[in-house]
């Protein structure tokens, strides 16, 4: 059974979270490095150009890369300490197996007898079980090479359909929503379109702490004369800026899009022309928004109507414009519906496919794009394929190898499988890149899942909480350890290069899955000699789909700064031409396999879709015994589950632990005061933890980062519902209430304890 030492003091004593920070020699202004790494941030799915500078196989700092077009030097403060991460105290370099008889509760063992132990029951457990006994877990952080590799050995070689991904907790609703109305997932302008809008809408997305360089196009908008318009629950730094704050109630978007698009309806401030060439569906979205008046709206939202009767009148007389969301309208039971409604008041101005018009989904992870195109989600193939078409399927097969029926089928979203580990049907699991420990809701019955495994590895550079309940931990790579290609927030491929080798026994994670696949003696397809020659069968393999990367070379990537996909490798006559990519979507005469000439949309017919977006309540409402709805998200220095960022010492110091955010009305009732312990529950738990009493919040919202584990965590309160769609969880809202504590937890200042 997978469960971690009882006691967690000797396991952060041995394990960490330790801080680092800058040694002198790596201050030293006149330490010359060996040589400057032209790569990217390892962090947000901006993945800002940086040169790595290197000394004796050591990451010692950075120089700004001007050259990089998207961010031209300047970067973030996780972008400026990343370096800290390399080099650390708590990295793994070696592999570990579980052992009871030590107080850390794990003990060294060598890296093939540690292959072998793998290899050895995984091969117990499918053959007493079946081969759908084994589950996968990957990361939307790694490159798209190593997102290939894992939905291959999951499907070729461990025979399974469960395999998923983190990136489900990231862009899966704006994907949906992408989907149904463009018939592509991917965002529509580059974002040098967005300074040459005249006005900036942007939803559910904290700009200036999750993509701070997007912020740097916005603010250019703005010194050229543009509004901008940002609704979120919270006054977030960007919306202090705005010239148009929508105070929406958490889980209400959608009544929002739908209220603006029935006034741009009754104002005529809709472009008829382009909806009637471009466009189906206008009619029955019309009908359906008809009752949605500004008084309703207000009602339902919580914004005054005035605002949102000026909202609609700038968006609707506007006459170029830029449409931006992110989790905070994505992270919902009705994700996909929020998105859809996004973007039918974008499709109802006719303003998208050409310059300074635009509309796109912020993305999450590092490669949050790229991750999900090439088969780690668990109904897609590379490409885009959709594992349940026949022909997409026999697409794939030929590439790999394989017989088409002897692929499996879909599997299910990464919580289902926590769902299907509870009830029995998943007996054993690796992961890679993933920390649902912290990162997914309701973490007590992750906690509970995990335990119920007969095995578990994880492959990872540090031992995260999830690992903590693995059975054989593998030493994995971080980003400047490899090479290959990830796909950033415009849908641009860039190139990741090697900067130092892996220290001790840490493997690149692409070598560790085809050792795995050799020591089960299942080695056909996995023996691949670089990422390179990954990512040539990669570009076969994605040839003809959607997501079309057959025209791309790391060449190519390197003499353009990158390469939009789709780049094609042949013409539409089947002739071989040079592509250069595809910054803008949409043009009114451009080309792609699906509509054949018929139009600059991915359906049959060329044309874009409306689609009826009906308003549901969030799945959880407040009532009397839990009147607050919470909500949660990132602050700038963190990311993620933390795994990385709370090891960085510069990091930690900005924000060293998570507070519950509060309105000061709130904090009046409660006789609470900035800085006093405050214990926030919801029906899943509970967490004590300092306030911040700040005028920024809605009254009835409270407001918990997400980054930290344990007593810590957000995620002990937040629900386990899902969209029925994406399947993505609703982190943004559920019932909440909040008391002042006695004083500090029990815990306070040793459970996690930042050592230096």
């Known amino acids: 059974m997978s469960n971690p030492p009882s006691n967690l003091l000797p396991i952060l004593d041995r394990f960490g979270p330790h801080l680092n920070r800058a040694s002198p020699v790596r201050l030293a202004t006149d330490t010359e490095p060996d040589r400057l790494v032209k790569t990217h941030c390892c962090f947000c799915g901006q993945q800002c150009g940086i040169q790595l500078k290197v000394k004796d196989n050591v990451v010692t700092g950075f120089e700004p890369w001007y050259d990089f077009p998207f961010n031209r030097g300047m970067l973030c403060p996780k972008g400026v300490k990343r370096y800290l991460q390399g080099a650390h105290p708590d990295r793994l370099l070696t592999a570990f197996k579980r052992d009871t008889t030590v107080p850390e509760g794990f003990s060294p063992m060598g890296y093939q007898e540690a292959i072998g132990r793998v290899a050895s029951e995984i091969t117990r457990i499918q053959k007493t079980y079946g081969n759908s006994a084994m589950g996968v877990l990957s990361g939307a952080s790694l490159t798209v090479e190593k997102a290939y590799l894992m939905g291959k050995f999951a499907r070729v070689c461990l025979k399974t359909p469960y395999i998923d991904y983190n990136g489900r907790l990231c862009m899966v609703s704006a994907g949906a929503g992408n989907k149904k109305a463009f018939g592509i ?21 904290n700009v200036a702490e999750c993509a701070p360089i997007t912020t740097e196009y916005v603010w250019q908008a703005r010194d050229n004369g543009a509004r901008i318009i940002v609704v979120d629950p919270r006054i977030t730094p960007l919306a202090r800026t705005c010239d148009l704050f929508l105070p929406v109630k958490p889980g209400r978007d959608i009544a929002l899009f739908n209220g603006v698009l029935h006034l741009m309806i009754e104002k005529g401030w809709i ?25 309703k709206t207000a009602d339902v939202t919580g914004i005054p109507e005035r605002l949102i009767r000026q909202a609609a009148e700038w968006w609707g007389t506007a006459k170029t414009s830029f449409l931006m969301h992110a989790r905070g309208i994505e992270h919902h039971s009705h994700g996909v519906q929020n998105v859809l409604g996004a973007i039918n008041i974008v499709l109802a101005s006719g303003r998208i496919g050409r310059e300074g018009c635009g509309y796109g989904t912020i993305t999450g992870q590092a490669n949050g794009q790229g991750g999900r195109e090439h088969g780690q989600k668990c109904d897609q193939l590379p490409g885009w394929r959709d594992i349940s ?50 990162s997914l809701p309701d973490n ?14 994880a492959i990872d550079f540090f031992m995260n909480e999830t690992a903590r309940h693995a059975d054989i931990v593998l030493p994995g790579s971080l980003q400047e350890e490899d090479e290959g290609v990830v796909t950033q927030i415009e849908g641009k491929v860039i190139k990741i290069n090697k900067a130092v080798e892996c220290p001790g026994d840490a493997k690149q994670d692409w070598r560790i899955v085809q050792d795995i696949a050799a020591a089960l003696e ?19 393999a994605s040839k003809g789909g959607v997501a079309d990367y057959s025209g791309i070379t790391y060449e190519k990537i390197e003499r353009q700064y990158g390469v939009c996909w789709p780049c094609y490798s042949e013409s539409p006559d089947g002739k071989p031409i040079d592509h250069s990519g595809t910054p803008r979507l949409f043009e009114p005469n451009s080309w792609n396999p699906v509509a054949k000439g018929a139009g600059p949309y991915y359906f049959p017919d060329g044309k874009a879709r409306f689609n009826v977006a009906p308003f549901t ?28 960022t709370r090891r960085i010492g510069p990091l930690v110091d900005q924000y060293p632990e998570p507070r519950i955010e509060m309105h000061p009305r709130l904090a009046e009732t409660m006789g609470i005061t900035d800085g006093d312990w405050v214990t926030a529950e919801s029906r899943r738990g509970d967490c004590t933890l300092k306030a911040m009493v700040v005028t920024t919040i809605r009254p009835d919202t409270i407001f918990i980062p997400y980054h930290w584990p344990g007593r810590k965590s957000a995620n002990q309160l937040t629900i386990s519902a899902q969209d029925p769609i994406s399947k993505i969880p609703e982190y943004k809202v559920c019932a909440a209430r909040v008391r002042k504590a006695d004083g500090p937890p029990e815990w306070a200042g040793r459970l996690e304890p930042q050592q230096g």
């Open 389 to 438: 078409n026949p022909e997409h399927r026999a697409h794939i097969a030929k590439v790999w190898g394989i017989a088409e029926p002897d692929m499996p089928g879909p599997g299910v979203d990464c919580y289902e499988m926590f769902r299907k580990i509870d009830a029995g049907e998943i007996k054993g699991l690796i992961s890679l890149c993933f920390n649902p420990m912290v």
């Open 522 to 540: 299942r080695p056909t397809g996995f023996t691949f000699d670089s990422p390179r020659a990954i990512f040539d069968e990669l570009r076969t």
């Open 185 to 205: 997932d991917r965002a529509a302008n580059p974002w040098s379109d967005i300074p040459k809008a005249e006005l900036i809408w942007i939803s559910g997305a």
């Open 617 to 644: 309540p969030p799945a959880e409402v407040t009532d009397a015994e839990y009147p607050l709805m919470l909500t949660t998200g990132r602050v700038v220095s963190q990311f993620l589950s933390g795994t990385q």
């Open 444 to 457: 007590a019955f992750i906690a509970r899942a995990l335990g119920k495994l007969e095995f578990y590895v």
């Open 271 to 295: 472009d008829r022309t382009f909806i009637d060439a471009f466009t189906v569906g206008f009619d029955k979205v019309a009908e359906h928004v008809h009752d949605w008046t500004p008084a």
